[in-house]
């Protein structure tokens, strides 16, 4: 028997996803470097800081959403030592959202990851947006504590 399958390839790219971006509305900023993309947030200061990276790979058919939070991994110490535990509990407890500190400057930060390789809905990439924000806000204080 010989099985046949058809596969539609909706190839996602930046311009896609500025356009859901901009379908978001008009409050949400960002800045844009071909596949890469930098959320902004407007401080009391007025300052825009930055809040969420998202890289799309076409290549690759997948994208990343990274999220910061507030939290910084001690270099040293006891501290160290409850903050990494903290950090493997938070991902224990989380299925989708994995929480990561860079080696260099021990700065915490929330991924996401997913496949495009069969297309991505304005639908899925917001509901995705918002797991990633809503469990970094939903573990703030934790972080925010290290």
Not at 67 to 88: D, N, S
Request: glycine share 6%; charged share 20%; net charge negative.
């Amino acid at each position: 028997m010989l099985l046949t399958v058809t596969v539609s390839v909706a190839e996602i790219s930046g311009d896609t996803i500025a356009g859901y971006l901009d379908q978001i509305g008009e409050d949400l900023v960002y800045e844009r470097s071909d596949n890469e993309f930098v959320l902004l947030a407007t401080s009391q200061d007025t300052v825009q800081v930055p809040y969420m990276f998202i890289l799309v790979d076409p290549e690759m058919e997948g994208c990343l959403m990274v999220a910061l939070t507030p939290g910084v991994v001690p270099e040293a110490g006891a501290e160290r030592t409850a903050a990494l535990e903290t950090l493997a509990q938070l991902n224990w407890d989380n299925t989708w959202v994995k929480f990561a500190a860079d080696s260099e400057t021990g700065e915490v930060s929330a991924m996401y990851t997913f496949t495009t390789e069969n297309g991505l809905g304005f639908e899925s990439f917001a509901v995705m947006l918002n797991v990633l924000l809503g469990t970094v806000d939903e573990y703030w204080e934790t972080l925010e504590a290290f």
